[in-house]
């Protein structure tokens, strides 16, 4: 079932990726219309976002704080209440600019065909996706 916790429809990729949109506090998905506060997307392709866990569950998608470290939402990072508004505000602070852009697998700049890193305009933020088994 897709936004639960027996979903299979997206999984975070691994991987080393810049940030590129910045939501506040409201931010719903246009997709499925759950609450994902202070919503860092990193993937704009396929919708991932570091975000909080969203307040207002009904048995749905992340399946609520219980769930954080364990695999239960359709691809996000979902954080703690208590730690996404230092993350969002640290990201938002950084501002945007001129950023490399990367090989999400490697981290490694990508180049020009004259030799020079490709660079793009984002937020000066790099979000680093690492699945850790306990």
């Known amino acids: 079932k897709k936004g639960t916790t027996q979903s299979h429809w997206r999984h975070t990729t691994n991987g080393v990726y810049t940030v590129k949109r910045v939501e506040g506090a409201e931010y719903r998905s246009g997709e499925s219309k759950y609450h ?3 919503a860092i997307f990193f993937n704009d392709v396929r919708g991932l976002a570091v975000h909080q866990v969203p307040p207002d569950l009904s048995g ?3 399946a609520g704080e219980s769930m954080l470290g364990k695999r239960a939402s359709s691809g996000c990072v979902r954080v703690h209440k208590n730690t996404i508004q230092s993350i969002h505000g640290l990201v938002v602070q950084a501002g945007k600019g001129l ?30 996706v690492q699945e850790v088994f306990d």
């Open 60 to 62: 749905g998608e992340a």
């Open 99 to 128: 950023m490399p852009v990367l090989d999400t697998k490697t981290g490694k700049p990508l180049f020009n065909t004259d030799g020079s890193v490709k660079m793009s305009q984002g937020y000066r933020s790099i979000v680093i």
């Open 36 to 38: 994902m506060p202070y």
